[in-house]
């Protein structure tokens, strides 16, 4: 996970990897010391390493990537889609993740396309949206119908993010409202026949709630 982010949504569930008063808890390190540190957590099996913010892309990742390909890894980076970034032709995986309405952030239309656009024919690009409410949905059949030839994914949004310094708040979720939630968001879908679209919850959510570093 990168720090920094140019965005400050409303429901940001890692403001610790956003607001600059958390940079004493983040680590300066090298593209050959995350490899190594990948490494030691896979036991030196060759993986998919998943790069995320913050917003990843205002992050010089390029000799990461590179490096980490001549070891064999692949790579996939989730971004806002607000920073195009000529390298991200070398991911296998990008999934540009607009941020709507809920969010109270603006999305910006032509960095969105310079960054869909970036992907080569090496990279599996895929759009993934929050939804909270039905202005978030239909924010996502926009973004659906702007890129019609990617794969499209709904994602539930997490009500009770982590959002203060001292003990970044509770570590619980309220698993009963994200299922509420995640139903709601299915029969809409159903109800639409929008079925090429993919509805999920955070998996990392339900299973270990919102604890930082899993």
């Known amino acids: 996970r990168t720090g920094g ?13 956003v607001l ?9 390190m090298t593209p050959n010391a995350i490899l190594t540190e990948v490494e030691r957590l896979s036991n030196s099996a060759r993986v998919l390493v998943s790069l995320s913010g913050g917003n990843p892309a205002l992050q010089p990742l390029a000799p990461l990537i590179e490096q980490g390909h001549q070891k064999g890894h692949t790579f996939a980076l989730e971004t806002q889609g607000s920073v195009p970034q000529p390298w991200f032709a070398a991911l296998d995986w990008l999934i540009l993740s607009p941020k709507p309405p809920s ?16 992907a080569r024919s090496g990279t599996q690009c895929v759009v993934k949206v929050a939804v909270f409410d039905d202005n978030d949905y239909a924010f996502a059949q926009f973004v659906a119908k702007r890129y019609p030839t990617l794969p499209v994914y709904l994602q539930v949004g997490n009500p009770a ?15 009963d409202d994200l299922m509420r939630r995640f139903r709601w968001l299915v029969d809409k879908v159903a109800a639409d026949g929008w079925f090429t679209a993919t509805v999920l919850p955070q998996l990392h959510v339900l299973a270990w709630g919102n604890r930082r570093g899993v």
């Not at 982010?5 to 890692?14: G, I, S």
């Not at 600059?20 to 300066?28: A, M, N, V, Y």
């Not at 993010?161 to 698993?175: N, Q, R």
């Open 5 to 17: 982010c140019d965005y400050r949504c409303r429901w940001c569930d890692t403001l610790y990897a």
């Open 20 to 28: 600059p008063e958390f940079r004493e808890d983040w680590t300066l």
């Open 103 to 118: 969010s109270g952030m603006v999305t910006d239309w032509p960095a969105l396309d310079d960054c869909a656009a970036a």
């Open 161 to 175: 993010p982590l959002i203060t310094h001292a003990g970044l708040g509770s570590e619980e979720a309220d698993f």
